[in-house]
């Protein structure tokens, strides 16, 4: 059902949200962008059990949209390439996921996703 969709979806961004403002509570540290990933791609995996999951043109979209290039090892490569602090990249990274996250929620609320 799309409404239980989208509330299980408005709640992965409450987490999300959660990392963004207490990134070492919720890691243990605010530097370490492999835990912000593991924790990023396990509720991506949790809320996919529930029937949520982000469609490639939502999670390109929110990379290309934040100015990131779209590729393989992108945007983290190019993260680095600018010499973000580990920091840095785990914020960002975690706003690019929260954005991913509203457009799924957009779309099913106009019946297209």
């Keep these: 059902m799309t409404s239980d969709r989208i509330l299980i979806a ?3 961004i409450k987490q999300l949200i959660l990392l963004r403002d207490r990134t070492a509570m919720i890691i243990g540290t605010n530097d370490d962008v492999n835990a912000a990933r593991a924790f990023i791609h396990g509720l991506g995996v949790g809320v996919a059990y529930f029937g949520c999951r982000a ?5 390109r979209k929110a990379i290309v ?5 779209w590729g393989p090892t992108a945007p983290v ?3 680095r390439l ?3 602090s580990n920091a ?3 914020s960002e990274l975690t706003e690019i996921e ?3 996250w509203e457009l799924y ?3 099913l609320r106009h019946g297209t996703g």
Excluded: F, N, P, T
């Design 10 to 12: 408005e709640y992965a």
């Design 55 to 59: 469609k490639l043109a939502h999670i």
């Design 65 to 69: 949209s934040r100015g990131w290039k």
């Design 77 to 79: 490569s190019e993260m």
């Design 82 to 84: 600018r010499q973000m």
């Design 88 to 90: 840095e990249i785990v």
């Design 98 to 100: 929260i954005a991913c």
């Design 105 to 107: 929620c957009e779309d």
